[in-house]
């Protein structure tokens, strides 16, 4: 822990192999309280899953802005070790706290501290959406710029996740899955629809996928409880199918089958309807 306007430092030296405390000191506007390494429910030491909470914790001024940094050292405790080619040094779940250093199993529980929600953004179309993460996989940190294309997600399972690659959640068919679209009407409302036949389009990728369409009708804005068809399961042989329905507004819903190694993209979609009237 750095604070380069004020000089000041807090400095602790571990040595991996052993996990020991090799020294620890402080300057300037620091003190050091206690530095060492311990074990927790993650992190069960050498002899356990081999890994170690290492912690240092000071006390400073709260006007100077500080910066932390971490570091690979040699022998003659040079900052600026190049490494072996051989030895690693890795890293997770770092963090800062002011306060009272808190253990790392509670970041294992989804109510507490740890993304179990997303939301992304389509540079290209300017839309966004939110959600929760599926089957429990929430991400403890996340990389969107980097070397290898597609964004990087850390899980709970200490797995590096490529994202936006694929169709299937790890070894599991991803589950609902669906996008849905918001009501549509015609002439401002004025007019029913009447709609007779549904002629899907759809990009499919891989064997054996199908998508469920829904169609949902409402007379009015307000209406709690819409007229439901389907849901209709379509797949690459599937022409068109019949979709008998009479509203004013019409939303669509697409749902995907959970099957592995499958998915579809939605093209242009076509639904017969004619105008019926402008009353119920």
């Not at 052993?18 to 993650?42: H, P, W």
């Amino acid at each position: 822990m750095d604070d380069f306007a004020a000089g000041g430092t807090a400095l602790a030296q571990f040595n991996p192999m052993a996990g020991t405390l090799i020294s620890s000191g402080a300057s300037g506007g620091f003190t050091i309280v206690l530095a060492g390494a311990t074990q927790d429910a993650l992190a069960t030491g050498l002899s356990g899953n081999g890994w170690l909470r290492y912690f240092i914790t000071f006390t400073t001024s709260a006007a100077i802005t500080n910066e932390v940094t971490i570091a690979n050292m040699n022998a003659s405790n040079s900052i600026n070790y190049t490494g072996n080619n051989t030895s690693n040094i890795i890293i997770w779940g770092a963090q800062l706290e002011d306060g009272t250093l808190s253990d790392y199993h509670v970041s294992t529980i989804v109510t507490q501290n740890e993304c179990t929600r997303y939301v992304k953004y389509n540079t290209v179309e300017r839309l966004w959406d939110a959600g929760i993460m599926p089957r429990g996989g929430f991400r403890t940190a996340f990389l969107d710029y980097n070397v290898f294309g597609k964004p990087l997600g850390a899980d709970q399972n200490f797995r590096i996740q490529k994202h936006e690659t694929g169709f299937d959640d790890d070894e599991v068919a991803m589950e609902g899955a669906f996008v849905e679209s918001g009501y549509g009407f015609m002439n401002d409302g004025d007019d029913i629809w009447k709609v007779s036949h549904i002629i899907p389009d759809f990009k499919w990728f891989g064997d054996e996928g199908a998508v469920n369409v829904t169609i949902k009708g409402v007379q009015y804005p307000h209406q709690r409880l819409p007229v439901i068809v389907g849901p209709t399961a379509c797949t690459d042989e599937t022409e068109y199918f019949e979709a008998r329905i009479r509203a004013r507004q019409l939303a669509i819903k697409y749902e995907w089958l959970a099957r592995r190694n499958t998915s579809a993209r939605i093209g242009a979609v076509r639904v017969m309807a004619e105008q019926a009237g402008k009353r119920p």
